[in-house]
């Protein structure tokens, strides 16, 4: 049986482990890698449902002048209305 010399077990030793690193280290890099997408569909999922609600409300400050413009055109229609019947 042939025999190592212990310098190169010792060597054969560091490379095996020092591939289990990397293999760990590339695993957890391929985690976080995934995670990152993961985190940016969010961001892109939030992002877009803000621009939409954004879009919807952008014009609610004006529903109360429309309110009160849509009033003053139907009393005056009364109005009208009103006078027409009576002449």
């Known amino acids: 049986m042939n025999r190592r010399d212990p310098t190169e077990q010792r060597w054969w030793a560091t490379l095996v482990g020092g591939a289990v690193v990397l293999g760990a280290v590339l695993c957890l890099l391929e985690a976080l890698r ?3 997408l993961d985190v940016e569909a969010a961001v892109d999922r939030v992002w877009t449902t803000g621009k939409r609600l ?9 529903l109360n002048a429309t ?3 849509t009033a003053a055109v139907r009393d005056e229609l ?3 209305g009103n006078s027409e019947e009576g002449t």
């Open 34 to 36: 995934r995670a990152v």
């Open 54 to 62: 954004a879009q919807n409300t952008q014009a609610t400050h004006l």
């Open 67 to 69: 309110k009160v413009r």
């Open 78 to 80: 009364r109005a009208t």
